[in-house]
């Protein structure tokens, strides 16, 4: 019981101990008392992996009371199950690997105890946001994320850009808030409970139900479903408020591994599943992820082709690769979707800290244009690159290769209208992964040094502080698709008696109407299928925390598509990093050639879509031109015009009057003004009716 | 009778005023005796108010520490005090806030500082004054006095505009007060009484309800302030000194909402009903508005009073849901917003002690050699966009889903403040806390002394405290909202309509379904302020 506290607690207490003493007891203190606490929750997660997961116990922990008022209740508490219990671990791993390359990383810094708080204080919030029990403590950790994020992003306040990224970052994320606010309260009046259990078991009694939102009688489940997904749209960057994540990356390198890159930017990913029983039946609702998701993987995938700062060309791909998760979520491929979280967090994170050793190393130079030829002067960043990348783009065997084949094939197997759309999406952002990650690794490592003899004579391989994390990381990038690859492509609902016998009743039809040849791969599927279960007691991975119904199982589904679909990912992938070395190895003046013929769509690609200037002509620009406006003319012209100033003008004009008549001027003023008072309280008095009242009262006497 | 306490907290502050008029000996002396009387009676004062809170019995609705003694037989008039959960907070507020500003003025003022004293010790009865009076005569002396040492404190030691600001502060109020007064005597003379808790069960015609509830509205309004009769409070904020922009926010804005709590809604149910679709219009406006404003601003105080505008809207917005949240969130933020906005106008004033300065651009960077000053700040700024763990969080939250659960466009539309409250607070923090080093004057500030840093401790304190567990404060303010909301039911058939919502009828006990005539008109109500709202989505948009 107590390993739940320790998991979501200790870096709390880290952060008010860093926080609070780390001025007078020093960094090292700091440091020790960070990595220390956050190392303690990895641990007690992985427990807990062990003892909810494996051991099917899933609990709630108590904590207090919090907001109460009328018949809205709801308490902080602990919601320990299988789908919290993933996030906690692949939080607490990810950010202890943070913590301490940071120790190497910000050895230059001044202010090491402050960053390591945040650090701490980040994950803290993540923490509770996973460990969420109702929808607004939920929010107190997105929002809690939402600052670290904001307090990081600026972490290097006198930049002007570090600052003004912080507070996109905050603004844009609110954007979305509101739209999970509003998911909040219509949870409510819907469900008169913000509670999960309590949604998630009433969820079949309100299937019906329509609110009325705007005038329009739309259906509840729809209404929230898609309230909620506006908050994930603004917390996981998808296409519309996606511009804050590009700009974050002015935060230290480790942040964006961290927050950036494994863990809060999987909010969203996170809230769809958690509220998988509801988005069950709302396939309107589902149906929009998905093609949020398809659209921002593809879209995302153009960008990161053309740009040179090596942090923003991996920001992207993480974008690209939320959208992935996305359109896995929008065919009710939940565990896909969470898979591929897990293995995005290793690897994304592996390639964020190898790019921050690139960057330590280069002197703090980020344009991949100004690198060049260094990797053998550090060996071990580059091969950690290198198995980020093939994980990545989907190389066999490494840890992508599995979720995002597995994404894919749901997709494609699914029911869903836009399955087919997401997954050639997917496979044309599959190829542009796969290339501009090889453009990234021969551009930083490979053909001439670009960068200046000082800057090269300095460059040298990081210290071991940072390469250990690194490493971690690694292993977790190589091995974490195979090794978990049964527990998340298992099915993730309670198979029924009834179920399992149709479904008998299908393998067996298919039997019938098989050739050899799909025979063979019927029982090999099959057969694998049985090897999982073995290893994984797959129906209790995920046991009740995600719900699936029986027809939009997809990811059950996803075993017995055609070979081709399985086989098309990873052809591209291979296509695509064939292409990056044609044309940034062997042919270079390619990349120029293409830039010429296709000029109009590099200059949109290159120019992220235009977003950033549209919405800062938009929403930036007339919200300062309205207030200016509202203030000068609003306030100062028509209120104060015709309110006290106008009053102070028209006595004055009538005492200037009144004044040829040689009286004092002060008394004119006060004078017209009392009599005005006069007439409008006579007038309010009679209207009142008290006139009459007063004979009255007389008489009374 | 058990001890008059809350006569004593009321009326101590009058002493130490009395005491300091008649002190005696060179200026010097008397400022320095002065600062200590006035700071040991508040404290007094303070310590004296604790008693109410930790006794106050949570589980009743009714006035406690009840005093009655008649005043005036044949008017009805009497001297009756007394507390429940909607006021015992504001009591607080004001006792816990007056010693802090006496401490914040100790070296910021110099001048008359025993008239300054007098001048917040006055004060201070008065507003407590306020909250505790129970009879409407009574809360009307008090409610207009508070007005005497605020006008002095901004027209003496005020600004360099201060006489404007003071001039258009008091035309303001005055406007308001006089109407209330007609209001107030006609109510006595109808109903024989001046006791506001008979005022409350009886039924004015509604007729009547109309002019009077626009009486006191006008008031009201204008104390809150309500868009359009705001623009008084930024000029009074950018003028007054210091602590008394931290009364003024703090304790003098809630008058209004208090106000609207204990006669618009109780007295006047009918009219109430029949305006809400206007104050709901009027919040939103204000909200989306001034936060537009506050974009904008270049001046620290006025950026924070014109958030203070739009935090307002948001309690107007909540009390006239008259749903449980929603009157418990607009309460709740009123006291939240009593303490960020108190601790924000003290930050202003800890940086203007240094540079005599309020403009955004001379600062800058603070947070390298003032960061404990920086750390206040960036805490007290999350409070007042209303991050979740902090005070703000909580009155936003419930007073929008009580809106929400009448409105959904209206509280949509408010919620758009949450984004713009973010905006504006941000790019304050920036420009001041953060951001690159601009002015060599600004980075030579020390950081907060032990002075500051013990005034600040306890805003940080609550502001935590009541994010996390606010239910010590909810707990007790429920049964009196109850109370509120039974009140406020309209009962009385009449050309009235009222806003349709199931969830309304659900929260108000029972009657809501007898006034049905004019259920037809309630929907044109309804779609008339939607069409209003339409338009100025519209009008935003471009």
Not at chain 1, 344 to 350: C, G, S, T
Not at chain 2, 435 to 442: E, L, R, S, T, Y
């Amino acid at each position: 019981m107590i390993l739940g506290y320790i998991a979501v607690f200790a870096p709390l207490v880290a952060f008010l101990l860093a926080g609070i003493l780390g001025r007078k007891c020093g960094d090292k203190f700091s440091q020790f008392v960070t990595c220390t606490a956050v190392l303690m929750a990895a641990a007690a997660s992985v427990q807990l992996f062990f003892t909810v997961i494996l051991g099917s116990n899933p609990h709630t922990l108590p904590v207090m009371t919090w907001i109460s008022s009328g018949n809205f209740n709801v308490d902080w508490a602990l919601r320990v199950d299988q789908l919290s219990v993933i996030m906690m671990c692949v939080i607490n791993i990810v950010s202890s690997c943070v913590h301490i390359y940071s120790i190497g990383y910000m050895s230059h810094d001044e202010s090491k105890s402050r960053f390591m708080a945040y650090l701490s204080l980040f994950t803290f919030a993540m923490l509770m946001l996973v460990s969420a029990d109702n929808i607004l403590q939920l929010f107190f950790g997105w929002e809690g994320v939402g600052l670290a994020s904001y307090l990081l992003i600026g972490f290097w306040y006198h930049k002007d850009s570090a600052t003004a990224a912080s507070i996109k970052a905050f603004v844009v994320n609110r954007v979305g808030d509101l739209g999970l606010l509003l998911g909040i309260f219509t949870t409510f009046i819907v469900f008169g409970t913000i509670q999960f259990d309590g949604i998630f078991n009433a969820v079949t009694d309100h299937t019906a139900d329509r609110f009325d939102f705007f005038g329009y009688q739309i259906h509840a489940l729809t209404l929230i479903c898609v309230l909620l997904f506006v908050g994930a749209v603004g917390k996981s960057a998808q296409l519309g408020l996606h511009t804050w994540l590009p700009d974050a990356m002015e935060g230290p390198t480790p942040v964006s591994a961290l927050i950036h890159a494994a863990t809060m930017v999987t909010a969203g990913v996170f809230l769809v599943s958690r509220f998988s029983p509801v988005f069950e039946y709302a396939p309107d609702a589902l149906m929009i992820v998905c093609v949020f998701g398809a659209f921002t993987a593809f879209v995302a995938a153009t960008i990161g082709m053309t740009q040179f700062d090596i942090k923003r060309v991996i920001a992207y791909s993480t974008m690209s690769q939320l959208g992935y998760m996305f359109f896995a979520l929008g065919v009710s491929a939940y565990s896909a979707a969470m898979f591929h979280l897990v293995t995005h967090a290793f690897f994304k994170a592996l390639l964020f800290l190898g790019a921050g050793s690139v960057i330590h190393a280069m002197s703090d130079e980020q344009d991949m244009r100004k690198m060049g030829g260094i990797w053998k002067k550090i060996p071990v960043t580059y091969a950690m690159m290198w198995i980020g990348s093939l994980a990545l783009a989907g190389v066999p065997f490494f840890a992508g290769y599995y979720s995002k084949d597995l994404i894919l094939e749901s997709d494609w197997a699914s029911d869903s209208p836009v399955g087919h759309f997401a997954y050639y999406m997917g496979i044309a952002a599959a190829l542009m992964t796969a290339f501009y990650s090889w453009r990234l690794i021969i551009m930083t490592f490979h053909g001439k040094p670009r960068a200046d003899h000082h800057t090269m004579d300095h460059v040298h391989e990081s210290p071991l502080v940072m390469i250990v994390p690194l490493l971690v990381l690694a292993v977790g990038a190589i091995f974490s698709g195979s090794v978990l690859y049964g527990g998340f492509a298992g099915i993730p609902h309670q198979k029924t008696v009834e179920s399992k016998a149709t479904e008998i009743d299908e393998i067996e039809s298919e039997m019938k109407e098989a050739t050899q040849d799909q025979m063979e791969h019927i029982i090999k599927s099959e057969s694998a299928d049985a090897i999982h279960e073995t290893v994984w007691n797959k129906e209790a991975f995920f046991g009740k925390s995600i719900v699936v119904l029986p027809e939009h199982d997809s990811v059950a589904k996803a075993h017995h598509v055609e070979k081709w679909v399985k086989l098309l990912p990873t052809i591209v992938g291979a296509v695509g990093i064939f292409l990056a070395y044609l044309a940034y190895m062997f042919i270079p003046s390619i990349p120029a050639a293409m830039v010429r013929i296709f000029k109009p769509l590099h200059i949109l690609f290159f120019r992220k879509w235009f977003f950033d200037e549209l919405y800062h002509i938009v929403f930036v620009k007339t919200a300062a031109a309205l207030g200016t406006f509202l203030w000068k003319r609003g306030d100062g012209q028509v209120i104060d015009g015709l309110g006290p100033n106008g009053v102070a003008a028209l006595s004055q004009k009538v005492s200037t009057v009144l004044s040829k008549f040689q009286t004092g001027f002060v008394f004119q003023y006060a004078f017209m003004m009392m009599i005005g008072l006069m007439v409008l309280v006579t007038w309010v008095a009679h209207a009142m009716g008290l006139f009459d009242l007063i004979p009255q009262f007389l008489n009374m006497r | 009778m058990d001890f008059p306490i809350l006569s004593f907290v009321t009326f101590l502050p009058l002493l130490g005023a009395v005491l300091l008029a008649v002190l005696k000996g060179d200026s010097e002396s008397v400022a320095a005796r002065s600062r200590i009387i006035a700071l040991g009676v508040t404290t007094l004062t303070f310590l004296l108010s604790l008693p109410i809170m930790i006794n106050f019995n949570p589980a009743l609705a009714d006035y406690q520490f009840v005093e009655k003694k008649i005043w005036f037989e044949t008017y009805g008039i009497s001297y009756h005090m007394g507390v429940d959960g909607i006021s015992l907070f504001f009591v607080m507020l004001s006792t816990f806030l007056t010693p802090l500003c006496v401490l914040a003025s100790w070296k910021a003022v110099t001048d008359r500082v025993r008239e300054y004293m007098v001048a917040f010790l006055l004060l201070e009865t008065f507003m407590i004054g306020t909250f505790c009076a129970l009879d409407g005569v009574l809360f009307y002396l008090f409610f207009e006095a508070v007005l005497i040492p605020m006008y002095i404190i901004i027209g003496v030691w005020g600004g360099a505009r201060r006489v404007y600001a003071s001039f258009k502060f008091f035309l303001y109020t005055l406007l308001g007060s006089v109407l209330m007064l007609v209001a107030l005597i006609t109510m006595i003379l109808h109903a024989g009484t001046a006791d506001m808790t008979v005022l409350t069960g009886y039924r004015f015609a509604p007729e009547m309800q109309t002019w009077l509830w626009l009486a006191f509205f006008a008031s009201f309004a204008v104390k809150m302030p309500m868009w359009p009769v705001h623009t008084w409070l930024p000029d009074a904020h950018v003028e007054a000194p210091t602590a008394g922009s931290v009364i003024l926010a703090g304790v003098l804005l809630k008058m209004g909402g208090y106000g609207f709590l204990r006669f618009s809604l109780p007295m006047f149910p009918e009219a109430t009903a029949f305006f809400t679709p206007m104050v709901f219009v009027l919040s939103v406006i204000a909200i989306i508005y001034t936060s537009l404003v506050a974009l904008v601003q270049q001046d620290m105080k006025k950026m924070i009073a014109y958030s203070s505008v739009a935090h307002m809207g948001f309690v107007t917005l909540g009390i006239f849901t008259l749903n449980t949240q929603g009157i418990e969130g607009a309460i709740f933020q009123m006291i939240s917003h009593g303490v960020i906005s108190a601790a924000l106008f003290l930050c202003v004033g800890v940086v203007y002690d240094r540079l005599h300065t309020r403009d955004i651009n001379r600062y800058g960077n603070l947070s390298k050699n003032m960061p404990v000053y920086a750390c206040v700040f960036v805490i007290l700024m999350l409070g007042s966009v209303g991050l979740p763990g902090t005070s703000g969080f909580v009155g936003e939250f419930l007073s929008l889903l009580g809106a929400y659960k009448v409105d959904t466009v209206v509280a949509s539309f408010a919620a758009v403040g949450v984004v713009l409250g973010a905006a504006y607070m941000l790019h304050l923090t920036r420009k001041v806390v953060f951001g690159p080093k601009v002015n060599d004057d600004a980075a030579a500030m020390r950081d907060l002394d032990g002075r500051e840093k013990f005034i600040f401790l306890p805003f940080i304190v609550l502001v935590i405290f009541l994010g996390v567990s606010p239910s010590y404060v909810l707990d007790r303010i429920a049964p009196s909202v109850q109370n509120v909301i039974a009140q406020s039911t309209p009962v009385l058939a009449g050309d009235f309509s009222q806003t349709s919502s199931s969830s309304v009828v659900e929260d108000r006990s029972g009657g809501a379904s007898q006034s049905s005539p004019g259920g037809a008109s309630a929907d044109d109500q309804k779609k008339d302020i939607k069409d209003t709202k339409d338009e100025t989505n519209e009008k935003g948009n471009r």
